[in-house]
Antibody, heavy 121, light 110 residues
Framework: EVQLVESGGGSVQPGGSLRLSCEAS????????MHWVRQVPGEGPVWVSR????????TYADSVRGRFTISRDNAKNTLYLQMNSLRAEDTAVYYC??????????????WGQGTTVTVSS | QSALTQPASVSGSPGQSITISCTGT?????????VSWYQQHPGKAPKLMIY???NRPSGVSNRFSGSKSGNTASLTISGLQAEDEADYHC??????????FGGGTKLTVL
């Protein structure tokens, strides 16, 4: 079964840091582009970041560039999101998602169940 | 990058057809054919329903169809069923090499 399982969410004070993980199974993780997307309950999803299959290329939304870092360990089938200088507006459910092979930059065909990040004093 | 514009809600009776619009700009929806649609039930992760404007992933019912004209994409659901009641989100690749989503549309099956 193709599966993505996020972990690492929690509560943190403004200015703090968190590292999210996403463990993949059931597919060849090292072949696929991966994304992070966040969503405030009741609102639409917001794309956060993307990484190519070997980790050599990364892209970020303007709202997180310079504060968040996406990375991957293909030997461990795991995707990461290091989040620094967190702000209240970063509060959301964070999903990792797999890029569709035929359109890896733009289409997300498998999503994890999400992990909740709360930034509050 | 501003979010794509979707109606907040749409509704229809079982068996009817509904259409959800997704309006962007010449920098996203009007710039390429990488528009996708996702279905999201409460408390669940989004599920891909349509990609590249009109393509259906394996396993998605042919009652779901997509189209695009200019800066506006559309999702049509025919033969509405109770299980279709969910939130629907559109997304588009952008000229800035990023991805933008819509604000979501709540579909109610009456």
């Amino acid at each position: 079964e193709v599966q993505l399982v996020e972990s690492g969410g929690g509560s943190v004070q403004p200015g703090g840091s968190l590292r999210l993980s996403c463990e993949a199974s059931g597919f060849t993780f090292s072949s696929d582009w991966m994304h992070w997307v966040r969503q405030v309950p009741g609102e639409g999803p917001v794309w956060v970041s993307r990484i190519n299959s070997d980790g050599s290329s990364t892209t970020y939304a303007d709202s997180v560039r310079g504060r968040f870092t996406i990375s991957r360990d293909n030997a461990k089938n795991t995707l990461y999101l290091q989040m620094n200088s967190l702000r209240a507006e970063d509060t959301a459910v964070y999903y990792c998602a797999r890029g569709l092979a035929v359109a890896p930059r733009s289409t997300l065909n498998i999503w994890g169940q999400g992990t909740t990040v709360t930034v509050s004093s | 990058q501003s979010a794509l514009t979707q109606p907040a809600s749409v509704s229809g009776s079982p068996g009817q057809s509904i259409t959800i619009s997704c309006t962007g700009t010449s920098s996203d929806v009007g710039n390429n054919d990488y528009v996708s649609w996702y279905q999201q039930h409460p408390g669940k992760a989004p599920k891909l329903m349509i990609y590249a404007v009109f393509n259906r992933p394996s396993g998605v019912s042919n009652r779901f169809s997509g189209s695009k004209s200019g800066n506006t994409a559309s999702l049509t659901i025919s033969g509405l069923q109770a299980e279709d009641e969910a939130d629907y989100h559109c997304s588009s690749y952008t000229s800035s090499n990023t991805l933008v989503f819509g604000g979501g549309t709540k579909l109610t099956v009456l």
